[in-house]
Structure formats: C-alpha cells, structure tokens
T-cell receptor, first 108, second 114 residues
C-alpha cells in the first residue's frame, strides 16, 4: 500500500465553485498533515497544515483531517482562476512523502 | 535570507555525461531533501540529510545517483552516466526538524538528457 494516495485529476471547475481535494494515507502514526500548492514550473509551497484530527480554516481554504478513516481533505471556497495549480498532500514526518498531486483548473 | 537556491536552473546534457546539481538551503534549517519530479507527477522522494548525516538513501533511483552534504550546509546531487530517462525536474527542499517539519522548496533544476 502506498503511503499517500490522491486522485491526480485533472479537475476543472468554473470560477466561484467549491472545490474538494482529498488524500488517503496508510500510517496511523502520522500527526501532521500538510497541503502544498505548486504552480507550473515552480517548486511547491506550503498552503496550510493541520495537527491531528479536526478542521483548520484560512481564508477561502479549509483543511480537514479524519484520522479514524485516514482521510484528509482540502476545501476551496469561491475558487478563483489564480487557484489553478497542482495540490499536493503530505502526511509523513522524517522521510517526507508526497501524493501524486491533483491538478486543478479554475475556468473564468 | 533568500530562501532555497538551486543551481543550475536548467541543464542540457548528452547521454552518458555526468551532471551535478547544487542546493543552498535556508541557513537556519538542519534538514535538506532531494526530490525528482516528472511532468504530471508529484515530487518523488530521493534522499534527505539532517545536518551532514544522510539519513535515508534507499530511494535513490540507482547507484548512478549520489548526494552529499559535506559540512551540513549546501548539498550536491550527482547523476553519473546520464540516461534519457533521467530527464526531469530535481527539487531541493529544506526544513527545521521540529514540529510540523514544513518544507521550503527551491525553484528546481531541470535536466534534459539528449
């Protein structure tokens, strides 16, 4: 079983839509759960992270962790064309492993 | 601090040549990671260092790949006898090994093997 699994998309939505991005992970020992955003031809950058279970909100973005089902989600409200990027989840600590990323396009 | 720097940004080489990439991490960070990324894929973990110690190298793609961090500061990733399949973006990231271990990435070094 892979450490992190993620639907690679691509996902295409109209501007203003609510977007849901999801990952599953295998190691129940993980405590920190990150989302990175990567624009084309750039390195990934941290978008937000959560510790253990629960929700965290930052502007239009909400990260959600369900440790019982080993499932993490990122919700984007009122999506904008500038949100068009690849979104990567990260769930390990030392040997940092990423999911394959979900490519998102927000169409004006 | 200007963030994580990678050099060169783009390298074009012929098959069979050796290439070396350099990464300068954020000075306060004690961990340094190398990843390979191909089009449409997430970053693929290669190796990482804590200070000068290489703590994981089993995922280096073959014995043609090696990485060093001699003084616990900058790092180099060398690929010997390059093959066309080595064409990819090579990303470096650094972090401080505490709490969430958030990675800061460089812009990457793009390798094209002809």
């Amino acid at each position: 079983q892979k450490e992190v699994e993620q639907d690679p998309g691509p996902l295409s939505v109209p501007e203003g839509a609510i977007v849901s991005l999801n990952c599953t992970y295998s190691n129940s020992a993980f405590q920190y759960f990150m989302w990175y955003r990567q624009y084309s031809r750039k390195g990934p950058e941290l978008l937000m992270y959560t510790y253990s279970s629960g929700n965290k909100e930052d502007g239009r973005f909400t990260a959600q962790v369900d440790k019982s089902s080993k499932y993490i989600s990122l919700f984007i409200r009122d999506s904008q064309p500038s949100d068009s990027a690849t979104y990567l989840c990260q769930t390990s600590y030392d040997k940092v492993i990423f999911g394959p990323g979900t490519s998102l396009s927000v169409i004006p | 601090d200007t963030g994580v720097s990678q050099d060169p940004r783009h390298k074009i080489t012929k098959r069979g040549q050796n290439v070396t990439f350099r990464c300068d991490p954020i000075s306060e960070h004690n961990r340094l990671y190398w990843y390979r990324q191909t089009l449409g894929q997430g970053p693929e973990f290669l190796t990482y260092f804590q200070n000068e110690a290489q703590l994981e190298k089993s995922r280096l793609l073959s014995d043609r790949f090696s990485a060093e961090r001699p003084k616990g500061s900058f790092s180099t990733l060398e690929i010997q006898r390059t093959e066309q399949g080595d064409s990819a973006m090579y990303l470096c990231a650094s972090s401080f090994a505490s709490g969430a271990n958030v990675l800061t990435f460089g812009a990457g070094s793009r390798l094209t093997v002809l």
